[in-house]
C-alpha cells in the first residue's frame, strides 16, 4: 500500500519533450523547465509563464506503515468548535444528501451561491491519487459515494453544512440487501444455471461490507477560510495525517469545499507534499491538472493561484524541504 507509483499529467501533443536531471519530461522551452531539485527553484511568475508545460513523472506515496492521528489533535478538538480565532461563525448545520440541491437554491446566501455554482467542470470527482478524491459542494452525490467506496467526506469550509454521511452509507448497505432477495427470488431453474456465479457475488458483496464496517465512517469538517489563512495552518498537518491514515486502511477519502478550486485543492497539495515525493512545483501542477478550475477565482482576485493561502503553503513546503518556488518575502520570514 505504501510503495504506490502515480503519473503526473500528461503531455499535449505536438509539443516538445524533454528529461532533465530529476527524471522529470516536460514539454515547451527547457530553459523555462521548473527546477524540481531544491537547488535553486524558479519564482511563481516563472511557473505561470509556464503553466502549459506539465512535468510528467512517476512518483511514490510515503513507505510509512502506519500513522494515526490522535484523538487529542486540533482536528478533532475543533469539531465542536463555533468560531474560528478571528470570530468567523462557524456553521454547526447538518442536511442529508437528498436536500442538497435544494438548500443550494433556497437557503444559501447569494455569496456561497455564487461559490458553488453548479457547473459541468466543478461536480466533477477527480483521482487526486488512489483512495484519495476532489469534489464540490455541488458535486456530491450517492452514485459518487457509492462508486468510490468513500468512507471519510471532508468538509474545508466554515460556513457549508455537513452532509449526513452515515445515513448514506447505510441507505447503500440496504440498497445491496433488497438486491440480494430480489435476485434470490429468480425462477429455481435460472439460480441454478447461475448458481456458481451468484455464490461468488454474494460472497464478494460480503466482504465489501465487512470491510466498509470495519472502517469507521466519518465526516469531518476543516474550518478554513481564505478571510483568515491562518486556519490553513491550523490543520494542514492533522488533515494530511487523516487522509494518509485513511489511506492505510485502504479507505477513501472524498474532500469538498465550494467549488472545490481553492481550500480542498490547497489542503491536497499538503498531503501531496508530507506523503508523496513531489516538490512544491509539481504539487502544485499536479493539482492544475487534476482539478480543472483550481486557481481561476483566486488568481483573479489575489494574483496567484493559491490565493491568501500562498504563504502558508509556502512554508508548510519550506518546513518539509519541498520548497522549489522562490519567494524571499516568504522564505526568510518565521518557519511555519
Known sequence: MGNHCCIIGCLDQGSLAYTNGNNCIANGDPNEMIDGSGSGGTTMNQMDQTTNQRCIRPFTISRISSIQLPADSRLYRDQTLLKTDN??????????LNSLQSFIQNELSTDLVIRTTIDHSNIETNKVIQNFYITSF???????LKTNHINLLL???????IVDFPKIMNNSINNNNNNDQQQQQQPRQKQKQKQKKHRQQQQQQQLQQQSQQQLMMETLRIPISTKEPRTLKLYMNDVADKIHENYLKNGNTLIYCYDG??????????????????WLSEAILHMKYTRKGFETRAANDCGNELGTFKKIIYKFAQKHGKNDLLDLSITKSTTF
Do not use: E, W
Not at 470570530?87 to 442529508?96: A, E, F, N, P, R
Open 155 to 161: 468538509n474545508a469550509t466554515i460556513d457549508l453544512p
Open 87 to 96: 470570530g468567523l461563525d462557524i456553521v454547526k448545520k447538518h442536511i442529508s
Open 138 to 144: 455541488g458535486g456530491l452525490s450517492l452514485k459518487t
Open 261 to 278: 478550486s481553492l481550500n480542498s485543492v490547497v489542503l491536497a497539495i499538503g498531503y501531496l507534499i508530507k506523503y508523496t515525493d513531489l
